[in-house]
Nanobody, 125 residues
């Protein structure tokens, strides 16, 4: 069993920065990808970014590309999401997820089999 645990988040002004972190406990060696998704009120959960467990391969949603950076601390089995130039539309609950599913769509929530509890990010204008 793998259990992601998020930390970070909070309140920021537009143009500001926040960093989210996700620690993976349990059988981390079986994880293939760790990703971030977000969900705002009344909307479906959407893909933000993902990274493979080697920490080399990354992928981003177009809406966050060039503003957000996902990176992995290999020694700690922790993945971070550095969010810069935040916009009010980035306001959402952010969820960390891990995937042990070979061949899964890593930009879809269905591609992940373990989820954290979520952390709120609020960006004021």
């Amino acid at each position: 069993q793998v259990q992601p645990v998020e930390s970070g988040g909070g309140l920021a002004q537009a143009g500001g920065s926040l960093r989210l972190s996700c620690a993976s406990s349990g059988r981390a060696a079986s994880v293939l990808f760790m990703g971030w998704f977000r969900q705002s009120s009344g909307k479906e959960r959407e893909f933000v970014a993902t990274i493979d467990w080697s920490g080399i391969g990354t992928r981003y949603a177009d809406s966050v590309k060039d503003r957000f950076t996902i990176f992995k601390d290999n020694g700690q089995n922790t993945v971070h999401l550095q969010m810069n130039d935040l916009k009010p539309e980035d306001t959402a609950v952010y969820y960390c997820a891990t995937s042990r599913l070979t061949g899964a769509d890593i930009t879809s929530p269905r591609g992940y089999d373990s989820w954290g509890q979520g952390t709120q990010v609020t960006v004021s204008s």
